[in-house]
């Protein structure tokens, strides 16, 4: 599948390698993905990002996935559900974080020295899968970062989410794309 890579993509996998080798994660999460693709510059996802998330709001993206990881990957939806059962998600990460410290419940940690290979999340494994469908299906020949980041768009859970938050939907980024281009 990755021979079907553009350059932007293949960079964009690259980037979420590094992403997860800085912050000592065991695998490339989804996260990681759309971390990488904020890092990006003149592609077709870079333009639907800066139309639809500008670099100023960024930091609020970064933060809520901060968020979400310190409540060890739940998404709001997941939280609000809890709470309909009595259960404070909030008071547990606290309570956690109290004992064993800030991000505790972020999980999917490596010991410093850890220096093995990393493999891609079950998620990640999905985006990447759903982006060869989604370029299969606008009839691409190749599978683009604008790819990526529709797929990012459909996965349901925390990255979906904070997307949707700051208005980068499916939809949202299908006619960022289909807009022409200004010079």
């Known amino acids: 599948m990755f021979e079907r890579f553009t350059q932007a993509a293949r960079a964009v996998v690259k980037g979420a390698f590094e992403h997860a080798e800085r912050t000592g994660a065991a695998t490339v999460s989804e996260e990681h993905l759309l971390l990488a693709l904020l890092d990006r510059e003149d592609t077709r996802a870079a333009a639907a990002l800066r139309g639809l998330c500008p670099p100023e709001r960024r930091p609020a993206v970064a933060a809520a996935l901060a968020d979400a990881r310190r409540r060890a990957g739940l998404s709001r939806a997941d939280a609000e559900a809890l709470e309909g059962l009595g259960i404070d998600v909030g008071a547990i990460v606290a309570r956690v974080e109290e004992a064993h410290g800030r991000g505790a419940l972020a999980g999917d940690r490596r010991d410093a020295g850890w220096s093995g290979r990393r493999s891609f999340s079950r998620e990640a494994k999905t985006v990447l899968e759903k982006s060869l ?31 949707a938050d700051h208005g980068v939907t499916y939809t949202s980024v299908e006619a960022a794309l289909s807009a022409p281009v200004a010079r």
Request: glycine share 10%; proline share 0%; aromatic share 0%.
């Open 133 to 163: 469908r989604i370029a299969l299906a606008r009839k691409d020949r190749e599978i683009g970062d604008e790819h990526v980041l529709l797929a990012l768009t459909t996965t349901g859970g925390v990255v979906a989410e904070v997307l």
